[in-house]
């Protein structure tokens, strides 16, 4: 009878790569696919070394054409690895988050790897005054095709949507988060409630939808054990009104007209003023709420609601400031606020002005 010991079973599951993974939701998710049994092997790609026990680091920038060499046992690869934050230049954080992206795809193809994961953001819908509540996932894609984020994930989106054409025998699947909420979750719409009174357009009512980060890296989870087809929509259940939305934040509101909002706003960042376009606006003036549809089928619920999902996102911003995006100090957030409310309450009186004369 043999006395040596037994070796144990290698699992006949996928090896996973994902990219992103010393931070955020990539940490969560390696994390999370570390300890499933039904994953042979979970590989950490990052610019640096993460912490993340039992998994294989593999230290490598996305944008690597090498990168295919590092990817030669990989069976799905998750792409989290993405820029967002306001204040990355919007040239440098388009090469980041588009070369990534490709890079990532043409080394998958090049690697055999069978399926790639590309989390863009439910922003790609595009935030309107007319868009359903929610939006189903089959949505037209109507976000602006400019220099904002949105541009960045439309152009992702058009990555995965001829990848399969490209790249004979690759799976490529979206995943379209809401509003990002949690640790380290650094965006254009968490600056909105950093700001001393909360901007609202006159006319519209705004749904505020999130999703935090634990939640979409167990969505993740789901799409790549489950098999989940895109596109995927992650977000909390429902949405927020704006006065539950004041009732959480504790912060009043200033409303503005629309055209007057949008047009200061694209001026303010034209002369520098301000890091984000003026169609960044539209994501906190108009509904953009998503049905996840495909991954409530699948049985996925998540574990923070909208209203959880904000109040992590007033403790992340706690003792910050920003205005229409940019940082500041504390008063200069209360006077840079009190200055646009008043250019825009000049701009509406000279237009007043203008139209009276043209009557007479």
Request: proline share 6%.
């Amino acid at each position: 009878m043999a006395t040596g010991k037994v070796r144990p079973r290698r699992s006949k599951g996928p090896v996973v790569a994902i990219t992103g993974a010393a931070t955020g939701t990539g940490r969560l998710l390696a994390a999370r696919l570390a300890g499933r049994e039904e994953i042979r092997k979970v590989v950490a790609i990052d610019a640096h070394r993460g912490d993340v026990p039992g998994v294989t680091w593999r230290v490598v920038d996305i944008r690597d054409p090498l990168l295919s060499n590092r990817l030669s046992d990989v069976d799905v690869i998750v792409n989290l690895d993405v820029e967002h934050s306001p204040d990355v230049d919007s040239r440098d954080r388009r090469t980041h988050n588009v070369r990534g992206a490709q890079t990532v795809v043409t080394a998958a193809a090049a690697a055999r790897v069978r399926r790639v994961v590309l989390v863009t953001s439910a922003m790609v819908y595009g935030a309107a005054p007319g868009n359903d509540v929610p939006l189903a996932e089959d949505a037209p894609l109507l976000a602006e095709a400019d220099a904002s984020v949105a541009g960045d994930y439309l152009e992702m989106e058009d990555l995965a949507a001829t990848a399969p054409i490209t790249h004979p025998g690759l799976d490529v699947t979206v995943v379209r988060p809401a509003a990002l909420a949690g640790p380290g979750v650094d965006t254009v719409l968490t600056r909105h409630f950093e700001a001393p009174r909360l901007l609202t357009v006159k006319g519209s009512t705004p749904g505020w939808q999130f999703c935090h980060i634990e939640d979409l890296a167990s969505a993740l989870d789901v799409v790549v054990t489950g098999e989940v087809a895109g596109p995927v929509a992650v977000g909390s259940e429902g949405w927020l009104s704006p006065g539950e939305v004041t009732e959480i934040t504790g912060k009043r509101t200033f409303e503005l007209p629309a055209a007057l909002t949008f047009g200061t706003a694209q001026r303010l960042h034209r002369l520098g003023m301000t890091p984000v376009p003026a169609t960044d606006l539209h994501y906190v003036a108009y509904p953009w709420v998503v049905d996840c549809a495909r991954l409530r089928a699948a049985g996925w619920k998540p574990l923070h609601d909208n209203a959880a999902a904000l109040r992590a996102v007033m403790e992340e911003t706690t003792g910050r400031h920003a205005v229409v995006g940019r940082r500041v100090g504390g008063k200069e957030a209360t006077v840079a606020t009190a200055a646009t409310a008043t250019v825009a309450a000049i701009g509406a009186a000279a237009a007043i002005h203008r139209a009276r004369k043209r009557r007479r």
